[in-house]
């Protein structure tokens, strides 16, 4: 009688296959983590690639793509859908109020730790960075890669850009004494309605026709929209390293500044995520208001600066902790929002 074959022994995982699976299953391994870093860097060797100087129509192409991000996620929601996350008021209370009360009163809370006029010029960087609005795309785009609820996401990132327009300029006249042209204003509300709101109501009222082909695409838009965001980081980070945002700061200042915005980020996600529980959200709403109430327009922010701050060199200073914001909000984001949106992750 032969004997039974010897099992084949498997080969024990190396330290390299280890910190591979270990770096994926943390989420470092990710397509669009990476490629958020690569957007960086190749803004940083070709700055000029992706600038206003660029014979590249990125600004037509950026905001284009934001629109059909916009109209593609109103193709997928119904009117009852939507009438449902209008209706949830709790929500929209908790998201509007970190946005534009808990940040602002945060940065002034700290005020004290900054002394001389360098650091009191550094202050009023954070606090302008502090009264932003929220991200539009960004903030649902995250959302929707972590199955959140994505109708009420539409509405916050919505709201939160058209509060903005009168908050932050009323926040930073209060506090640091601006004023603001109003016609400006109404011209970044005119933008807005062409490049958000219109295309979610064509895409809603489309919904019945053509909703259920968005529905079963809704792999590809998503790959889409990580696209999208990839081309605004690039084109963003082009323009400040084109324009010599960083130069003035030695890297230790900058890494300071960094760790700051870090602690800002994590201490923001970890109260609302408390303040969630407390009220019983559930997870979808959970994630809206995370993703929703963390971020900072760049967007409105650059805009904001030059109207409110016209002088260049004050500009710049302005921009720096909201470029370095703005960076650390989407790796951080992406990184739990592609963990929360797994199949196996359960829910909590």
Known sequence: MPEPAAPIATPPASAENYLVALLRRAGLLDWFLLGLLGAVGLAYLIPEAGSKASPIPWFIITKGGVALIFFFYGLRLSLDKLKAGLRNWRLHVVVQAITFLVFPLLALAVQPLFGGEKGAQLWQSIFFLCTLPSTV???????????????????????????????????????????????????????????????????????????????????????????????????????????????????????????????????????????????????????????????????????MASLLFPAAAGTGLLLLPLMLYHALQIILASMMAQRMGRPEATPS
Request: glycine share 10%; charged share 10%; with cysteine.
């Open 137 to 303: 795309s960004t903030s649902v785009v995250m959302v929707s890669i972590a199955r959140g609820n994505l109708p009420a996401a539409i509405f916050n990132a919505s709201i939160s850009s058209l509060l903005g327009i009168v908050l932050t300029p009323l926040w930073t006249s209060f506090v640091l004494h601006t004023s603001a042209d109003g016609g400006h204003l109404w011209g970044l509300a005119l933008s807005l309605t062409w490049q958000v709101i219109l295309p979610v109501v064509a895409g809603v009222l489309l919904n019945r026709r053509w909703g259920a082909f968005a529905e079963k695409h809704k792999g590809a838009l998503r790959l889409s929209d990580q696209v999208v965001i990839l081309l605004i980081v690039f084109t963003a980070f082009c323009e400040s390293f084109a324009e010599g945002i960083f130069r003035s700061y030695a890297a230790r200042d900058i890494g300071l500044l960094g760790l700051g915005m870090v602690a800002l980020y994590l201490l923001i996600f970890g109260a609302v995520w408390g303040l969630s529980q407390l009220l019983g959200f559930s997870r979808e709403d959970r994630i809206t208001a995370l993703f929703c109430g963390s971020k900072k327009s760049l967007v409105h922010g650059s805009v």
